[in-house]
Nanobody, 122 residues
Framework: QVQLVESGGGLVQPGGSLRLSCAAS????????MGWYRQAPGNQRELVAV???????NYIDSVKGRFTISRDNAKNTVYLQMNSLKPEDTAVYYC????????????????WGQGILVTVSS
């Protein structure tokens, strides 16, 4: 079973920075993608950024140039560096990881973190 542990959220003033981390553990054979979603009150969950096994990344338009996603393959950890934060970035951020397990190498898994709150406010 694969588990995710997120960290790094909190309260920050507009224009500030935060870095989110998400570490995957368990019977992992391969990781195909690692991504961050967010959900603000009253809104649907949206994909913020994703990094694929080959290193390609995608970002939602509203965070391009401000957020950077990266991964440490040795640690099975994904990071989201968030700079120039705006009040509209306030949301619960969720890590999402997909890959295969050693126990079931022919099946894909997808797991979610518990969510971490990011609040941008003065």
């Amino acid at each position: 079973q694969v588990q995710l542990v997120e960290s790094g959220g909190g309260l920050v003033q507009p224009g500030g920075s935060l870095r989110l981390s998400c570490a995957a553990s368990g019977s992992i054979l391969t990781i195909n993608y690692m991504g961050w979603y967010r959900q603000a009150p009253g809104n649907q969950r949206e994909l913020v950024a994703v990094v694929f096994s080959g290193g390609n990344t995608n970002y939602i338009d509203s965070v391009k140039g401000r957020f950077t996603i990266s991964r440490d393959n040795a640690k099975n950890t994904v990071y989201l560096q968030m700079n120039s934060l705006k009040p509209e970035d306030t949301a619960v951020y969720y890590c999402n990881v997909g890959g295969t397990e050693r126990r079931f190498p022919r099946e894909n898994f997808g797991v979610w973190g518990q969510g971490i709150l990011v609040t941008v406010s003065s």
